[in-house]
């Protein structure tokens, strides 16, 4: 195998660590938005359990004060049957009594299946609530754990980039620079093997000459196709 070859086997390994490294960088903020939205979820459903809890409350608060609004009502009515001696107008004291009674009976029946939801409830806030915290630890947990991965593939970034110039030494500029131009344009591929006459990276078939010329090692064959380097597995 050429030198130049190895040494350009060399330097893509670690060019491909180093792009996966900044691949997962790059990951990073799509993977805290995702927690972020999962303790919002959890979140959202306390808050709703504890919305649902307040409104029954004040609903029911509003249906006492109804009812004794409406109590009250009654006994005054019926204080003005006993002043009155006139059939009619008891008649129509009578028939506002049994109004206010009939809606006295609504508001309680009302407010009985909202003391059925409220009781009801409670399971479910309080699966809620514990729901929540262990979302929340959960995420806690997670965003701990990002923030050390983050660090760690800072750290790892760096120090790939910082000995990446003891890895080209030696190579030809041009040589560098073609590399250079196929590992971005190629997803990181730009040295590949040609084996069974086809070429690894775009699985095309190559032709007789240029398998030959590879088995020669005397120079650098690019893929017709692709135009990858093609070298031999040893």
């Known amino acids: 195998m050429l030198p130049s070859i190895e040494k350009l086997l060399t330097l893509q390994d670690r060019d491909q660590k180093l792009r996966a490294t ?3 960088i790059a990951a990073l903020p799509a993977e805290k938005a995702a927690r972020d939205r999962e303790l919002k979820a959890a979140d959202d459903r306390l808050e709703a359990a504890r919305t649902r809890q307040r409104e029954i409350e004040v609903e029911r608060k509003k249906l006492e004060v109804e009812v004794k609004s ?3 009502q009654i006994s005054r009515y019926k204080n003005q049957q006993l002043e009155t ?3 009619e107008e008891f ?3 009578r028939h506002e009594i049994e109004m206010a009674e009939k809606v006295i009976v609504e508001l309680e029946d009302r407010e009985l299946v909202l003391m059925e939801e409220a009781e009801a409830l409670k399971p479910a806030l309080q699966q809620a609530q514990e729901a929540h915290v262990a979302e929340k ?3 806690e947990s997670h965003m701990a754990s990002l923030i050390t991965r983050r660090e760690n593939l800072d750290a790892r970034q760096k120090e790939f980039e910082a000995t990446r110039s003891s890895f080209i030494d030696g190579i030809d ?3 560098l620079d073609r590399y250079n131009r196929l590992f971005k344009s190629k997803n990181g591929v730009a040295l590949v093997t040609v084996e069974h006459g086809v070429c690894s990276g775009c699985n095309m078939q ?3 000459q240029t398998i030959l010329e ?3 090692e005397k120079e650098i064959i690019g893929c017709p196709q692709c135009g990858r380097i093609l070298f031999e597995p040893q």
């Open 70 to 72: 409406k109590q009250d």
């Open 214 to 216: 590879v088995r020669a």
């Open 206 to 208: 190559v032709n007789m």
């Open 173 to 175: 500029e041009d040589l």
């Open 137 to 139: 630890k959960k995420v």
């Open 85 to 87: 001696r006139k059939n």
């Open 91 to 93: 008649s129509a004291l």
């Open 22 to 24: 900044l691949t997962e």
